[in-house]
């Protein structure tokens, strides 16, 4: 099957059932739109086999554009809306891509390909034209996952890869159901975005809330309008929602009696008072609209408080594992009544994993295999050797670690792991999961660096106003006392300016050094 034929499945399944929640259109009107518009790209001259950009924020021609593409037989090529025209004139020269259907605002002179409007109002369908045969087989997305220059990271992915992720995510269908709401937020161009946001929907039936906004007060809106029973985010965006919560209950001087509910409501109800507790924690749950049961999270490690704070509220609340190349989660969390903080969960559906080269606290290089994985990079031999092996294990190029419930814990990317002058590895997150909890410090970045001839592990923290660096200082030293004295972080510098992050709110550490290097932090501890 190919993702058209998943699309014509649901149909015939649930014709009359909303998939586009905001304009209000159903599977059946949904594949009118899609005909539409891929009569209008085949005018333009789309083809089977073309490569097709797509460079747009979450409207809905996203997922009508992709799919007409696959209508006509082509190859889906996902652009970052995040990158320069240097960076998009590169990707497509790379891939082949002929067309780019993009917002007018990306809009720029270039010879290497022809842009189309994407919110271009379609002709009428073309009934004589029908969906090409595309085979599983067959390319269906292009990601660039490392960089537009020099010999970039290009996953292809197929339409087995696609099908075989949204079949997996079967491991959540006590949480989704049919007809019901997934709030989409989260980039489609990104692998989260795309596989939590749109494969899973298609998969169970249900209709996605498009927003293209990470605007928290835009978000709370849609909660309140449209009550989503599913709602991924990143986990930044879950903290700050928590403290926006609880920050809207102290001001109101109640979060002394919120908490203490929330903390003992078994008890409380054990006792007779579950009316109390109901309506204390209802009244919290309808920040998101009331109606959700699954909250997922996704892209880097959530902090356990954040993680408790939901789950006394009733609703489940899963960490996800994935990459590009594994077309998003591979792993994911259980609600486990005794959790190990920081764990992102153990193998879903047909993947399975290997840790090799274990160090002595058991953190190895973690290998996977499965049917959502990709087959290979494009054109690309070098990359290709060094991260599969001769029996299909597809190398991840991440540290990890399982614990006694047989969940992963991330510790690091190989390539950011600190090799001290002694020859010891210390682990970035470990570091910056012990101080982001410091009080004021809003993000923290930890890396390899060089202070006269002696490699460090170096950090840079980004804190609220009223922080001073000798404050700091001290809270560092005391957080350093967890960790054995190799691991230490005693050189670093302090800004009140938010780091730098991707589409998905990760650090970017290279970005972070370089600007360490160029004298950007000036308050320094060293």
Not at 25 to 54: E, I, P
Not at 173 to 188: I, V
Not at 361 to 367: E, H, K, N
Request: aromatic share 12%; hydrophobic share 40%; net charge positive.
């Amino acid at each position: 099957m190919n993702m058209y034929q998943l699309l014509e499945k649901n149909v015939k399944r649930n014709p009359e059932t909303i998939f586009l929640v905001r304009e209000n259109v159903n599977f059946k009107d949904f594949v009118d739109l899609v005909k539409a518009r891929a009569t209008t790209l085949h005018k333009l001259g789309v083809k089977a086999g073309d490569v097709v950009g797509v460079l747009s924020h979450n409207l809905p021609q996203f997922p009508i554009t992709m799919f007409a593409i696959w209508f006509l037989g082509g190859k889906v090529l996902l652009l970052d809306t995040n990158l320069t025209a240097i960076e998009y004139d590169n990707m497509t020269k790379i891939t082949g891509c002929k067309y780019v259907c993009a917002e007018k605002s990306f809009f720029y002179k270039t010879k290497n390909f022809e842009f189309f409007d994407i919110e271009t109002k379609d002709d009428k369908v073309d009934k004589s034209l029908k969906a090409y045969p595309l085979k599983d087989s067959d390319i269906a997305t292009m990601s660039f996952t490392s960089g537009s220059t020099g010999t970039p990271k290009v996953v292809p992915l197929t339409h087995f890869n696609l099908i075989s992720c949204s079949d997996n995510l079967e491991y959540l269908n006590q949480w989704l159901k049919p007809g019901e709401m997934f709030y989409a937020f989260l980039p489609l161009y990104h692998v989260f975005g795309f596989a939590v946001g749109f494969l899973a929907p298609l998969h169970f039936g249900m209709g996605i809330l498009l927003q293209s906004t990470i605007n928290p007060n835009a978000i709370m809106a849609d909660f309140a309008q449209y009550k989503p029973q599913v709602i991924p985010a990143v986990p930044k965006l879950w903290e700050i929602f928590r403290k926006k919560i609880i920050d809207g209950i102290k001001a109101k001087k109640k979060w002394g009696i919120v908490s203490f509910v929330m903390n003992n409501q078994n008890w409380l109800r054990k006792i007779g008072l579950s009316k109390l507790v109901d309506k204390v924690l209802n009244q919290i749950r309808a920040v998101f609209g009331g109606r959700a049961r699954l909250l997922v999270a996704g892209g880097a490690a959530t902090k356990p408080e954040v993680e408790k704070f939901y789950t006394q509220l009733g609703m489940a609340f899963v960490q996800g594992y994935g990459m590009t190349e594994t077309v998003g989660p591979i792993c994911c969390s259980r609600p486990l009544k005794k959790r190990v903080p920081y764990a992102f969960g153990a193998p879903m559906g047909d993947t399975e994993i290997q840790i090799r080269n274990k160090d002595e606290s058991g953190i190895g290089m973690l290998w996977v295999r499965g049917n959502q994985i990709l087959n290979g990079y494009l054109n690309n031999e070098e990359a290709n050797k060094e991260s599969f092996d001769k029996e299909g294990w597809f190398c991840t190029g991440d540290l990890v670690s399982m614990d006694k419930n047989g969940e992963l814990h991330f510790a690091g990317r190989k390539k950011q792991v600190i090799v001290l002058d002694s020859g010891k590895n210390v682990y970035p997150d470990e570091l910056e999961g012990l101080f982001i909890e410091i009080p004021g410090v809003k993000s923290v970045a930890v890396f390899e660096h060089e202070i006269g001839s002696k490699t460090v592990a170096y950090g840079v923290f980004s804190v609220e106003e009223g922080m001073t660096l000798e404050k700091l200082a001290a809270e560092v030293a005391n957080a350093n006392k967890k960790v054995a004295s190799y691991k230490w972080v005693t050189h670093f510098a302090m800004t009140t300016d938010d780091l730098p992050v991707t589409s998905t709110q990760k650090i970017k550490h290279h970005v972070v050094h370089q600007w360490l290097i160029d004298g950007k932090y000036t308050l320094r501890h060293e």
